[in-house]
């Protein structure tokens, strides 16, 4: 059975992949935001994920405003990186994994989240720099296959992060119900407080970010509530990217245990935030036993009266 192991945040700044392209890393402003993340590749190393969950946004890079699907699941062989205005980055290809992904997208869709499916996409440095962050910068190939699920956090309106959260613990059903044994990290990329025009450009707001940082930790259902303009007043425009956070949350226990977290500002206009949660290793198998009536049944009811739905129209259409 496939196992969601550990949520990984990451903030994605597009400055951030630009100061690794430039070979800018060890300049003092820029150590400083690289160095807090030199134990987080550590973590990864060691974890040694067999496939990675990144959910990031794609910034008008695969979809453009024509056309702008709130829960975007990249189901492709691969996914190139996207010319963002200065040609492709820099970077490996990022390998997706078809088999997960497909099966992921069957069970999301008949657990009633209606995601698109993408057979071709680019990814922007929405995903591309959380990799950086978390697997350096390979020369030829990322360590492993990446399955891609943009979420649209660019127009209005972005989902709750109630519907967000919830879409984590359907994407942990998913998971866990794929039969080969395979380790999953997931990640919640964007954010943290930002705002990119206007008068309140420039905008950071430590204290509400750091308030973010510890209740994803502790009390993830708190940040459900928060509505859309409160995300705008108190973390800029932009900081509603921290919606997509509460789906990496949601696909882990409620209990978790918070490895690592780092914060500083600024890079770029933005703070950056990031933290690992690890799922209790020990009382896993226990807990997730014990929580599969409760959380699991009445999603893998619909799942089961969807699929026996599928079964009876596709049976007429045969007769
Ligand atoms: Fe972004």
Redesign the pocket.
Known sequence: MAKIIAGISSS?V?AIGAAIDNKQTEEPYWKRVFSGFDKSKQWMAEAKPDVVIAIY?D?ASAFSVELIPTFALGCAAEFPPADEGWGPRPVPVVKGHPALAAHIAQSVILDEFDLTIVNKMEVD??LTVPMNLLFGQPKDAWPCPVIPLAVN?VMYPPPTGHRCYMLGKALRRAVESYPEDLKVVIFGT?GLSHQISGPRAGLINSKWDKSFLDNLSKDPKKLTRIPHLEYMREAGA?GI?MVMWLIMRGALDDKVDEVYRFYTVPASNTAVGHIILENARKASGTRKVAGKSKRGSAGKSRQAAARKSIHRIASKGTR
Do not use: A, D, K
Request: glycine letters at 20%; hydrophobic letters at 10%; a negative charge.
């Open positions: 994605h597009p946004n910034h440095h929405g956090v964007g932009e990217e």
